[in-house]
């Protein structure tokens, strides 16, 4: 138990870190939307929306599932040939796909326009960032070999803070200069330019990226072939909904639902913490034969991203009219069922964990190719029944859906090949307490209470420590918590040490 405690300490250090990163790049994100939303019309809105989907896409498509094999193989190897050889060729791989990706889209932007959008100034708009691809598939290439290398400060100084400020900066500088809806593209491509110098610059004081080789070719690629596909469905499933919304419907609705859409994919801040070294942390465990310290560590973080999350999805699903209102406008206010609706799926995942890179870690590629097929084919369906009569609200049916499903299979499979399920007498508890106290106390606020920027804090705090006492008194906390209480503590720098008595000693 002594080792897992330690590597539940690493990741938690390493949490610390990205949680504020991760916090910083989506509230950077949020920032960016909300700036967006209130310069430009909802039309204008959704046209922006539709073309970062589409540069997220052809992203997706050149990194061909690298970006989680990189982190994979440089976390098993410990000589800098090996290191630098896997990290340059899977950086040549991907940005020679990325420049023939860019070329297609490129010689095609006009038939994408007439079919997807509606101003003539989304054309160099689109044009814009599908020459951002290459750039934004180099950035992601040396982020994924920070993480092989399980270094947290570079990626949090680089990812998390210096693009998406240097992103708000930028598009703040050029609109107030009288740019148009194109200056939000000149923004990204600058900004990613300027992130992509600074992440190697910093990369070269770990391994210096000029020395002899050892490339890895064939493990590599055989490894991240069944993610070149799994990759681009998944992106698909987070994307599928607004191009057709854009096919079917009006680039307002698209605006509207885009406005939704980011503030439910908030809940997976948590989960996104955990997760920079947690794929090569489990890989090399996995490696080591140490398969009982990966499950102690799946089910005791998902227990906590489920308590952590819990708050935020309440306020998504008990007050969306108020949390849109708030930060995007009145205008935007009718997208509060989708809000709810988005809110629900996206905490599937919360509530299921890091069973997708668990997956990855311990090698089940294919297995996770076969649920995301299904996943994107089911999504693409109910999209294509829902959208034509019910629009956004049946683009939120349609994604929620696919996310509920894509948890189910992901977990059936991983306790299928690997033994391995979220589910202990601890978790059990926690997933039935939190709703069942929570919930009424959400509706019975709902009913006098109108969030704020004063008020949203407060309950997200309240809540979260009524949530906390709930696990405590049911009997949830288990020996290896008192590291994460002591890292809600710091997060919320409030100490709670009636909760810290409740947790069991190693033996009890």
């Not at 803070?161 to 009288?178: D, E, K, N, T």
Request: aromatic fraction near 10%; charge should be neutral.
């Amino acid at each position: 138990m002594a080792t897992s405690d330690s590597h539940l300490s690493k990741l938690l250090s390493s949490s610390v870190l990205i949680v504020v990163g991760v916090v910083v790049a989506s509230v950077g994100r949020l920032i960016e939307r909300i700036i967006i939303a209130h310069w430009f019309s909802p039309q204008l809105y959704g046209e922006v929306t539709i073309a970062l989907a589409i540069m997220t896409i052809g992203t997706t498509i050149s990194l061909v599932g690298l970006n989680d094999g990189i982190p994979r193989f440089v976390s098993r190897y410990d000589d800098d040939r090996d290191v630098r050889g896997v990290w340059l060729f899977g950086l040549g791989f991907a940005l020679a796909v990325s420049l023939a990706v860019s070329l297609v889209l490129y010689l095609n932007v006009n038939r994408i326009a007439i079919a997807l959008f509606e101003t003539n100034v989304a054309r160099e708009l689109l044009r814009l960032f599908v020459l951002t691809i290459p750039v934004s598939v180099g950035l992601t290439v040396g982020v994924s070999a920070l993480r092989g290398m399980e270094n947290t400060r570079y990626k949090l100084y680089t990812k998390d803070f210096f693009h998406p400020c240097l992103r708000i900066v930028l598009l703040v500088a050029l609109v107030a200069g009288g740019f148009d809806l194109v200056s939000v593209g000149y923004a990204y491509f600058a900004a990613t330019l300027a992130t992509l110098l600074v992440v190697y610059l910093l990369s070269n004081r770990l391994v210096r990226l000029v020395g002899p080789v050892r490339t890895h070719t064939r493990e590599l690629l055989t490894y991240s072939a069944p993610l070149i596909v799994t990759m681009v469905l998944s992106i698909l499933l987070t994307r599928m909904d607004t191009l057709m919304l854009a096919q079917f419907r009006t680039s307002n609705e698209v605006g509207v639902y885009n406005a939704a859409y980011p503030l439910a994919n908030s809940l997976l801040m948590v989960i996104s913490s955990f997760g920079y070294l947690y794929l090569p942390l489990t890989s090399r465990l996995d490696a080591d034969g140490e398969r009982e310290e990966v499950t102690n560590i799946y089910r005791i973080t998902t227990k906590w991203i489920y308590v952590l999350t819990f708050p935020a999805f309440l306020v998504f699903t008990v007050f969306p009219d108020d949390v849109l209102s708030l930060f995007f406008g009145s205008g935007y206010t009718g997208g509060g069922i989708v809000l709810a609706l988005l809110s629900l799926g996206f905490f599937t995942s919360a509530a299921a964990g890091r069973n997708r890179t668990t997956l990855a870690a311990l090698g089940h590629t294919k297995a996770i190719l076969g649920v995301d097929i299904l996943t994107l084919a089911l999504n693409f369906v109910v999209n294509l029944l829902l959208i034509p009569t019910y629009g956004m609200v049946g683009a939120a049916v349609a994604s929620s859906g696919a996310y509920v499903v894509r948890n189910l299979a992901l977990n059936v499979v991983l306790l299928t090949k690997c033994g391995i399920t979220p589910f202990s007498a601890y978790t059990n508890r926690t997933y039935v307490v939190l709703p069942l106290v929570l919930f009424p106390v959400g509706l019975l606020a709902g009913r006098w209470l109108t969030l704020s920027l004063l008020t949203l804090p407060v309950f997200l705090v309240c809540t979260g420590l009524v949530g906390l006492a709930a696990v405590t008194v049911a009997g949830g906390l288990q020996p290896e918590d008192g590291a994460f209480i002591e890292f809600i503590e710091g997060a919320l720098g409030v100490e709670v040490p009636a909760i810290q008595r409740y947790v069991p000693m190693q033996g009890e």
